[in-house]
């Protein structure tokens, strides 16, 4: 298993990522031009986990400077149910935190719903702590990804 980032998209890795979505999220899988953008941006980091010419699973994570400092957003963290167990969803995520340290930041975050227990576990034995904080959202309708 090899994990990456992403430099350039291919078909390959778009029907890959169309594959993988539905596991984590009843979002529509971003296209092709989508995904390009991710990996396009400075902020943003796509990083994979291939076996051979299989991906495995996904993440993104996003380095940013805000008033307080340099911080870290892991999202969309997912690993197909047949590859689970096998360590993929920790080696994406210390790669996430080795991007976010290399970048200066001061802190890594990321959410995870309650009921997948298995990532929640992962996260706290890699050092994450549950944070006293509410997580509110505001979806702005009639507004679309690009």
Known sequence: MRIEVVDSVSSELVDAVAALLPRLSSA???SRRELEAIVDAPAT???IARDGDSVLGTLTVAVFR???G??????D???DESARGRGIGEALTLRAVEIARDAGARSVELTSRPTREAANRLYR???FEE???KVFRLTLEGVEDS
């Open 125 to 127: 034995r890699l050092g």
């Open 28 to 30: 529509s899988p971003p």
């Open 77 to 79: 963290v997912v690993v």
């Open 45 to 47: 980091s796509f990083v």
């Open 131 to 133: 944070r006293e904080t």
């Open 70 to 75: 340099v911080r870290a957003w892991i999202a």
């Open 66 to 68: 805000i008033p307080t």
